[in-house]
């Protein structure tokens, strides 16, 4: 066995189900522990979306498919010494809409 890592500080939940054009996602930054955050930003393919928030959801709506790609949090946690961690990234797949779905 390898060496053991240390349990990142932030998970970035994306959801398995497919993803068509149109739906909404919520992508949630979890804090293992009980570290408070005083900052947060979301990153798609290693461009920062903004922030920092203080929130720890990234709602996505009407996707597209040029959403697809890792997305991943990084977030100020601690109190006195913040130190900045970054979780490891999840993918997010958009599919086109099926052509017999339109109405």
Do not use: I
């Amino acid at each position: 066995t390898g060496p053991v890592c240390p349990p990142e500080s932030l998970v970035l939940q994306a959801p398995a189900r497919a993803l068509l054009e149109g739906d909404t996602v919520t992508l949630r930054c979890r804090v293992r522990q009980d570290n408070p955050v005083t900052g947060m930003r979301f990153y798609h393919e290693e461009k920062a979306l903004g922030g920092p928030f203080r929130r720890t959801e990234l709602s996505l709506s009407l996707l597209q498919l040029h959403h697809s790609g890792r997305y991943r949090c990084g977030g100020l946690l601690g109190s006195g010494m913040s130190r900045w961690h970054n979780s490891a990234p999840a993918t997010v797949t958009v599919h086109g809409e099926h052509p017999h779905s339109r109405h």
